[in-house]
């Protein structure tokens, strides 16, 4: 690997350091359309060439098929990559906009069993809870996740999506290395008191979607019409119909700004997210998912972008001009339980 270029930061109090820019892996083998492995497998390389040392993934990806994809490069650079990976969420073959939320003892050790065999290492470095299943007591649930610490089979514990009161149960029976939440341009409910406590309790914020699904691109202005019938996008309230036309809409602003930066939109919207560490004080990593080099070069360039006080005022209003929800069902969000 070359010498990073992009700056590092630490995954909670004494996790491993990353890069400040991690790369989010669903996208080459799920959810978003077809996909060429091979330029994402040479995507996986540029990145690392880079300084991307933070890949995440998830079990729920392609029931196991994102895992096993990453297994071989992960195998070729296992001493300089940090490997994150999830359980809790599992999408029924027969109907990929339901989800199933598990967060029991015997079915996260039976989940960390799978994901090892899958990724084919010998213990996970940072695992998630996908999402928070209510009938289980968070307590209970990192308590387990702290039994695999102790066994030698996970390193760092996160979370995913929690309330700030979750996360401070959480972090009672064991310490939380990172939460992991969407935060971007068009996403801020997590800032009213899941970010504090992030701050508060010396955790690593690990931004999903800062690039708002691709939508914050400019990539496509519309799923139904933009996007192939198999990619997920097209189930979000935000990227269809009207809503879509009045997202778009707020594009704009962020053009302005891209465009007295020599940048693009995309550009913008991420050097805003990396922009909130400094704003919030807290270590902040976010995980842009792409597939293509020329996109994770783009996307590292963002981080040596500096954002004006200016700029900053002019891009603020538009999260609360947004149309839509993240999700149709907002239930399984930490803003949907605050």
């Not at 996909?35 to 497998?41: P, Q, V």
């Not at 040392?53 to 196991?64: C, E």
Request: hydrophobic share 40%; with cysteine.
């Amino acid at each position: 690997m070359t010498d990073s270029s992009i700056a590092k930061a630490r995954l909670g109090t004494d996790g491993p350091e990353v890069g400040v820019q991690g790369l989010g892996c669903m996208g080459m083998s799920f959810a978003y359309g077809p996909t060429d492995a091979e330029e994402a497998r040479a995507t996986l390389e540029r990145a690392l060439e880079l300084g991307v040392t933070l890949y995440d993934t998830a079990d729920a990806y392609g029931r196991g098929d994102n895992e096993r994809f990453l297994a071989p490069f992960f195998a070729a650079h296992r001493d300089e990559v940090v490997i994150a990976t999830k359980f809790a969420m599992s999408i029924p073959p027969d109907d990929p906009t339901k989800r199933i939320i598990r967060n029991d003892a015997p079915y996260i050790r039976q989940c960390v069993e799978a994901s090892l065999q899958r990724l084919d290492v010998d213990v996970i470095d940072l695992y998630y809870m996908h999402r928070r299943d209510v009938n289980v007591p968070i307590e209970e649930t990192v308590g387990v996740m702290a039994d695999l610490v102790r066994e030698g089979k996970v390193k760092q514990l996160g979370l995913s999506e929690v309330t700030a009161g979750e996360l401070r149960a959480a972090q009672t029976v064991h310490p939380i290395a990172a939460v992991q939440s969407e935060w971007s341009l068009f996403s801020r409910d997590i800032e009213a008191s899941v970010v504090p406590a992030v701050r508060e309790l010396g955790v690593t914020l690990v931004p999903y979607s800062p690039l708002g699904r691709g939508f914050l691109t400019g990539s496509f202005a519309n799923a139904e019409k933009d996007l192939t019938a198999d990619d997920v996008r097209r189930q979000h309230p935000r990227f269809t119909g009207d809503n879509a036309a009045a997202n778009a809409a707020l594009l704009e602003s962020i053009r302005a700004v891209a465009k007295a930066h020599d940048a693009s939109v995309g550009q913008v919207a991420l050097a805003w997210v990396h922009q909130q560490a400094a704003t919030w004080g807290l270590p902040v990593v976010p995980i842009p998912g792409t597939r293509r080099r020329t996109r994770v070069e783009e996307n590292v360039a963002a981080t040596r972008i500096e954002l004006t006080e200016t700029d900053l005022a002019t891009l603020e209003p538009i999260a609360a001009k947004v149309a839509g929800t993240r999700y149709g069902d907002m239930t399984f969000t930490s803003a949907g339980r605050e």
